[in-house]
């Protein structure tokens, strides 16, 4: 899973703008959570697993991307963020509270999302 996680980083990484891949990696990761909890809450609990995973898998690739020499306390900061968000939907699998969990994680990656989407399109006008 981490292989496929860190292809699907490079893949888009090559096709877009990496902070624009960012964005959209954090869509995905985003996306595989919304389905991973209308699958918890039609009972389809092992479907709602592989889509949790495959959510997990992104952040994972994401944080092993960072480059911690030229993003220093901002990349320890995200590898902090992204490791956090892995183990509270890891922790929440299962729960009665799950899809109330994954709806506040969801919460935290879209302002995670809007942050870099910021960020990228202040740079691109500076360009």
Known sequence: MNFQAAQAYRQTAVA?????AVVMLIDGAVTFLQKSVAAAEQNKFEESH?????ATAILRGLS?????????????????????LIMACLRSF????????YR????SLTELRDAWLAVSQS?????
């Open 104 to 107: 506040r994680i969801v919460g």
């Open 94 to 101: 299962g729960r009665p509270d799950a899809p109330e969990c």
């Open 50 to 54: 592989d889509l949790m995973i495959k």
């Open 64 to 84: 092993h991307h960072l480059n911690f020499e030229r993003g220093g306390e901002v990349a320890e900061n995200l590898h902090a963020t992204y490791h956090a």
């Open 123 to 127: 740079t691109a006008r500076l360009a």
């Open 16 to 20: 877009v703008p990496p902070m624009r």
